[in-house]
């Protein structure tokens, strides 16, 4: 079932005007936007300093002025907002979902359907939304629901930075809210609130004829849309810069040969348009829409700009089986939402020079797929757990190399467990450990290896030690243990073993 994201940006003109206005404010300034008409000037948005302050969007310029003396008064610019707002749109197109529109003036709706998976799920992927916003200077909160107007109500009322409203939950959710979640009129607002109508429950228990007859179809429209009995399509944010080609079908498909065949056109098409560009695409998306009003979407990333059709439409052929045409798709759009300069290269010859080999199509096929993928790159440092970074299985090589002569483990434990060992202290190796529940006898044994802290990462370190042993069991197995501490001071350690790696 479709599951609908809506981000609400509480203080858009006044973060706006922090990062981007140009006006040097201090974060803890207070922040006022100001709109006019004529002679008459009032607050139209304020930042959360200002909140706090008894500032409230309305109020007249001049008596805000008057209440607080340190306060910020910037002109409002409905227009920068606006290109802001799209702006992040066109963010979480590329980031998170192929289905993204701008919602209202202060958010943004996002259709995550077959997007989630790839963000380890709804919880991980509004939360990682949200702390990114955060990490730009940007106020944001986010709400998961099975509708949009249900997302949009949530996302705006509750004070949780992020919600996720469980599948078939909208009835307990939207109950209790104000009916002015509903993104009716103001006037639709105040005459339903006259007759006292206060909360989206005692709208819904409502007859719906006498509401129609005095407030027209939409207080009913905008309930059967909260409620899921309408749908309300997302109309995915384009840009000119987009390279896009779609195919109308007069007579709606539905066998999955035929929706293969017209993939592979489209992706034919959109080749050739990247072609004429210089271009080639490292994200694509394909956007089914079926008979009855409703979407479905596949995406397809790329480690490096493609325009190779046999490539593309393999990435997108594969997973057709998880379209599902219900009563027919009655058209395909696909879009190059990331595209990037392609330069045609000269291919080696195999007299000349080995030519590299390019693994990044299995690369491909294994991450849309919702693998995630990395390789493990050197790093100079001592610490075993600090000398091993991930990276992008197609990033550049970083030109380190191990730091360490001594042999290291196959498996590198991420977090080492603490054994009990009887040994000679200082320098003596382990004769006996007891290591998960199992005793072993150390036939033999190499060591020590000693590594010191980086006192210059944390000072807690300046006197740490570890004395480093490979020892062999009576049974041929092998693995790496230490003893915190050098064996005489208990500054430099606890004198407890570790256990950190296995051989073979």
Known sequence: MPRVVSVYFPYLPTDRIRRHGGHEVPADQPLVVISKSGSKRWISASDANALKLGLRVGMPASRAQAMVTNLVMVDASPAEDAVALKRLALWALRQYSPVVAVDGTDGIVIDTEGADHLQGGEVLLISGLVNMLHAKGLTAKAAVADTWGAAHAIARLTTETTTVVPIGGITHAVMGLPIHCLRLAPDTVNGLRAMGLETVGELAAMPRAPLALRFGPEPGRRLDQLFGRVAEPIEPLRTPELVEVSRNFQEPIGAPETIEK???????????????????????????????????????????????????????????????????????????????????????????????????????????????????????????????????????????DWAAKWGRPLRLFARSEEIEVIAVLPDQPPAVFSWRGKRRRVRRADGPERIFGEWWTTPREMRAVRDYFVVEDDTGERYWVFRAGDGVDVATGTHQWFLHGVFG
């Open 262 to 400: 017209y993939v592979r056109r489209l992706v034919g098409q959109l080749a050739a348009k990247l072609e004429k560009r210089g271009l080639g695409v490292r994200r694509s998306d394909l956007v089914i829409h079926r008979v009855d009003n409703t979407s479905q979407s596949l995406r397809a990333g790329l480690a490096k700009p493609v325009r190779d059709p046999t490539r593309l439409s393999k990435l997108l052929c594969d997973r057709i089986e998880k379209i599902d045409p219900g009563y027919g798709i009655e058209k395909m759009v696909l879009v190059a939402i990331m595209a990037e300069p392609l330069e045609e290269k000269q291919v080696a010859s195999s007299l000349i020079e080995e030519a590299a080999v390019d693994y990044t199509p299995i690369v491909d096929i294994l991450q849309n797929r919702g693998q995630r993928l990395y390789r493990v790159t050197p790093v100079a440092s001592d610490v075993p757990e600090r000398s091993v970074a991930r990276i992008a299985p197609t990033a550049e090589e970083t030109g380190a």
